[in-house]
């Protein structure tokens, strides 16, 4: 009985372990994807080298949220700055999108990000600087 009842242990020592293994794992990914967007560098654009039209821009980010701009240069300035997806769609989301009035304001995606909201901000930005760097939409 006594070897049953220790096989029973070891096995159930055995799965708790990989179960708390992997449950790190999926934390330490989503860790290192929040730091890749946070660290992420965000260059200034130079707008007299953009055409006047509709751009679109984005960023993937745990495989399941998506953050989607398009933006709309005319004479040589971002008229527009819409946002077409927002990641999570939370709270911190909502507050990133404080980001936006600042790159019209400075005419760049390069600007600081949203206190308590760095990853949307930086995401955002991110999409600006691809839109303005990409190819125009075709509507």
């Known amino acids: 009985m006594k ?50 039209g509709k751009y679109a821009g984005k960023v993937p980010f745990r495989e399941k949220y998506l953050y989607h701009v398009k933006v709309t240069v005319k004479s040589g300035k971002i008229e527009d700055i819409q946002v077409v997806e927002n990641g999570t769609e939370n709270d911190y989301a909502k507050k990133g999108l404080g980001v936006v009035e600042r790159m019209l304001e400075k005419q760049s995606p390069n600007v600081d990000a949203v206190t308590g909201a760095t990853v949307t901000s930086k995401a955002l930005m991110k999409c600006v600087e691809k839109a303005l760097t990409a190819s125009q939409l075709k509507d």
């Open 3 to 52: 070897p049953i009842f220790l096989s029973i242990i070891i096995l159930g020592l055995f799965c708790f372990t990989c179960s708390a293994e992997t449950s790190q794992n999926k934390t330490k990914t989503k860790s290192d994807d929040i730091k890749q967007i946070i660290n992420m560098e965000i260059e200034d654009i130079d707008m007299s080298k953009i055409d006047d």
